[in-house]
């Protein structure tokens, strides 16, 4: 996944997951959302994989990731508030976002992160 955003800017981004196999989309009929209720998110920005250093965090937890509200419980939503992005220098930037449930943690989401100088201030 690919996300583009600004300095000057809260970002504001959703995922939609679905269950493969189901729906009809010939017949308008999308497929079934994957229920994400009960499951914490945990994301990490750093410059590189490799690096050491934490640039910023989201979670669950900390509300700047959450589920979608019902019937949209297949939507996890990003929204890191303008006081953060503005601590950002411009750059790429990688991510990744873990789901943790049931005594079990997978990575669900790869991110390249793109962040603009904002020109508004």
């Known amino acids: ?38 499951i914490d998110f945990n994301m990490y920005v750093r410059r590189s994989p490799t690096d050491h250093e934490v ?16 019937p949209n419980v297949g939507f996890l939503l990003f929204a890191i ?12 930037y990688v991510a ?3 789901a943790t449930a049931d005594g079990f943690t997978r990575r669900c989401l790869i991110i390249e992160l793109t962040i603009v100088e904002g020109i508004t201030r």
Do not use: C, K, Y
């Open 96 to 98: 990744d976002v873990v």
């Open 55 to 70: 640039l910023m965090t989201a979670s669950t937890d900390d509300q700047s990731l959450s589920v979608g509200a019902f």
């Open 1 to 38: 996944m690919s996300v583009l955003t600004g300095n000057n800017e809260d970002m504001i981004e959703s995922v939609l997951f679905q269950v493969g196999g189901t729906g009809s989309p010939a017949l308008g009929v999308p497929p079934e959302q994957l229920d994400l209720r009960g």
């Open 81 to 92: 508030p303008v006081t953060s992005m503005q601590q950002r220098l411009p750059g790429t």
